[in-house]
């Protein structure tokens, strides 16, 4: 790659660009919501609860059915991971998560719109709003 003054050009707009986001509603949000989750004594209690569920489960994994307590113990892994998904403090950071890789997103299929339509974007997100473009998205259909 050539080093011009183009390239200073657009490392300058990139750098605006994630100071921009950053200082967004949605990251400050997306901070506070983060850190509430971590400061929540009831949400360190769920993690323990559910990666103590998830070790013991993933112990007999391998045995399937024949194991002890299979069922049981596959259950308990999912009822903790809900409880752990159903506190408040969680649900509202993963609402806030889900809203700062919205507009990652956004900015993502901006920038590749905008060289082609044909550019596949990762969106991260399987219910992403795709732009015309439905399914490849390039040109491996007979016109």
Do not use: W
């Amino acid at each position: 790659m050539i080093v011009t003054e183009k390239l200073f050009e657009i490392e300058d707009q990139t750098e605006k660009l994630v100071q921009a986001i950053l200082t967004s509603e949605s990251i400050e949000t997306y901070k506070i919501n983060r850190q509430k989750m971590h400061a929540s004594n009831d949400v360190q209690e769920k993690q323990k609860q559910f990666l103590s569920a998830k070790d013991s489960f993933e112990r007999i994994e391998a045995f399937g059915n024949h194991a002890p307590d299979f069922r049981t113990k596959q259950r308990a892994v999912r009822q903790a991971k809900r409880a752990l998904d159903m506190n408040e403090e969680v649900a509202e950071f993963r609402f806030s998560e889900t809203s700062v890789q919205t507009i990652l997103d956004l900015v993502g299929m901006a920038v590749a719109k905008t060289i082609s339509d044909d550019i596949k974007v990762d969106a991260g997100n399987p219910f992403f709003e795709k732009g015309k473009h439905s399914g490849c998205g390039g040109s491996c259909h007979a016109s």
